[in-house]
């Protein structure tokens, strides 16, 4: 007999980012090992990632991400149970389409109505509480880092990974979001070309990227530097890294498995919450890039995460704390039984 059938409606672009399709990748994986037939929702910018990191997927193609074009999609299929991974939705949208059926709800908000069987927020700082009056009576929560998705390649590196963490720094990687918002991998790489010698620095982006051209100059010339477009090599990426320059969304979590230290900049007001609580807990250096001062404050933090060792080794033992990388098959596991509750 055949696993259910699952319908992943999530958003992208370049005010969004690529982050939630890539989580909702790593959770279809997930979900696929354990027997279910995953497809994905596809409007353009959606489809252009997915072409870049995982053209096998099954997908149907929508107009845009717009609740209107995403419904009009989602009715012309069968499907037994869905998954969101879209900020733009809420609890109308989510009952119009799941008609009923099974819904699992990807969430880092907590500030609007959602219609959900089962909600997953990763937030280290997150509480039950900040969804009172946001879900349905008898919605499960998932919550915390330990159901962060991450990508298995990850988990499978983090025993090497941690074994050399606090060694002199020799690699930078640099990884701020695919999409690039507001070519801030080009400003932060220019501060930093000039404060590290001899270190490899690894850059990593979309081939949209507003920074690339800029940057392909200047890897042409700058021997130390390594362009990276639409990877497929994160993992061996953040393993062999000694410290990270990296945006605080969902690719926080894989560094975590892998205890990179990071001074972390936080480059979207939903992203600031998490970021505080990585702070606090001393599992990464963090910025706002919002910050007027921001300039000097990461030329100080970056000074100090390249000299001091037992800073960088108290920052891989808390960062890699929070999580393991084992959050996908947790929330697989937990939605198909859900699923077979529900007679899906």
Same mark, same amino acid.
């Given at each position: 007999?055949?696993?259910?059938?699952?319908?992943?409606?999530?958003?992208?672009?370049?005010?969004?980012?690529?982050?939630?399709?890539?989580?909702?990748?790593?959770?279809?994986?997930?979900?696929?090992?354990?027997?279910?037939?995953?497809?994905?929702?596809?409007?353009?910018?959606?489809?252009?990632?997915?072409?870049?990191?995982?053209?096998?997927?099954?997908?149907?193609?929508?107009?845009?991400?717009?609740?209107?074009?995403?419904?009009?999609?989602?009715?012309?299929?069968?499907?037994?149970?869905?998954?969101?991974?879209?900020?733009?939705?809420?609890?109308?949208?989510?009952?119009?389409?799941?008609?009923?059926?099974?819904?699992?709800?990807?969430?880092?908000?907590?500030?609007?109505?959602?219609?959900?069987?089962?909600l997953?927020?990763?937030?280290?700082?997150?509480?039950?509480?900040?969804?009172?009056?946001?879900?349905?009576?008898?919605?499960?929560?998932?919550?915390?880092?330990?159901?962060?998705?991450?990508?298995?390649?990850?988990?499978?590196?983090?025993?090497?990974?941690?074994?050399?963490?606090?060694?002199?720094?020799?690699?930078?990687?640099?990884?701020?979001?695919?999409?690039?918002?507001?070519?801030?991998?080009?400003?932060?790489?220019?501060?930093?070309?000039?404060k590290?010698?001899?270190?490899?620095?690894?850059?990593?982006?979309?081939?949209?990227?507003?920074?690339?051209?800029?940057?392909?100059?200047?890897?042409?010339?700058?021997?130390?530097?390594v362009?990276?477009?639409?990877?497929p090599?994160?993992?061996?990426?953040?393993?062999?890294?000694?410290?990270?320059?990296?945006?605080?969304?969902?690719?926080?979590?894989?560094?975590?498995?892998?205890?990179?230290?990071?001074?972390?900049?936080?480059?979207?007001?939903?992203?600031? !919450?998490?970021? #505080?609580? @990585? /702070? $606090?807990?001393? =599992?990464? &250096?963090?910025?706002?890039i919002?910050? *007027?001062?921001?300039?000097?404050?990461f030329?100080?933090?970056?000074?100090?995460?390249?000299?001091?060792? !037992?800073?960088? #080794?108290? @920052? /891989? $033992?808390?960062? =890699?704390? &929070?999580?393991?990388?084992?959050?996908? *098959?947790?929330?697989?596991?937990?939605f198909?039984?859900?699923?077979?509750?529900?007679?899906?």
């Amino acid at each position: 007999m055949s696993g259910p059938s699952i319908l992943i409606v999530t958003d992208a672009g370049p005010s969004v980012g690529g982050g939630h399709v890539m989580r909702s990748l790593t959770l279809a994986g997930a979900l696929s090992g354990q027997g279910a037939a995953c497809r994905f929702v596809a409007p353009p910018a959606v489809e252009a990632i997915l072409a870049a990191f995982a053209p096998e997927t099954e997908r149907l193609a929508a107009a845009s991400t717009s609740p209107g074009d995403l419904a009009d999609a989602v009715r012309a299929t069968r499907f037994d149970a869905i998954v969101f991974d879209h900020y733009g939705l809420s609890q109308g949208d989510h009952a119009g389409m799941a008609q009923r059926r099974p819904t699992l709800v990807i969430d880092d908000l907590a500030d609007r109505p959602l219609a959900a069987d089962l909600l997953l927020d990763s937030g280290p700082a997150r509480r039950a509480e900040d969804y009172d009056g946001l879900t349905p009576e008898g919605v499960r929560l998932l919550l915390g880092p330990q159901y962060a998705p991450v990508r298995p390649e990850f988990a499978a590196l983090r025993e090497t990974a941690l074994a050399w963490r606090g060694e002199p720094v020799g690699r930078v990687l640099v990884s701020l979001g695919l999409t690039d918002v507001d070519g801030v991998t080009g400003r932060l790489v220019e501060r930093l070309r000039p404060k590290v010698s001899d270190v490899g620095i690894d850059i990593v982006l979309g081939a949209e990227a507003p920074s690339l051209p800029s940057l392909q100059k200047i890897a042409r010339r700058d021997t130390r530097i390594v362009l990276h477009i639409d990877s497929p090599h994160m993992a061996r990426l953040t393993a062999e890294a000694d410290i990270a320059i990296g945006a605080a969304g969902s690719s926080t979590w894989e560094r975590c498995t892998l205890g990179l230290p990071t001074l972390m900049v936080v480059l979207a007001e939903n992203q600031r !919450a998490a970021a #505080r609580t @990585l /702070a $606090e807990r001393g =599992a990464a &250096l963090t910025l706002d890039i919002a910050d *007027p001062a921001f300039d000097a404050s990461f030329d100080r933090a970056l000074m100090r995460l390249t000299t001091d060792a !037992a800073l960088r #080794r108290q @920052l /891989a $033992e808390a960062s =890699a704390d &929070l999580c393991d990388g084992l959050g996908a *098959p947790r929330v697989a596991e937990t939605f198909l039984k859900l699923i077979a509750a529900k007679g899906g």
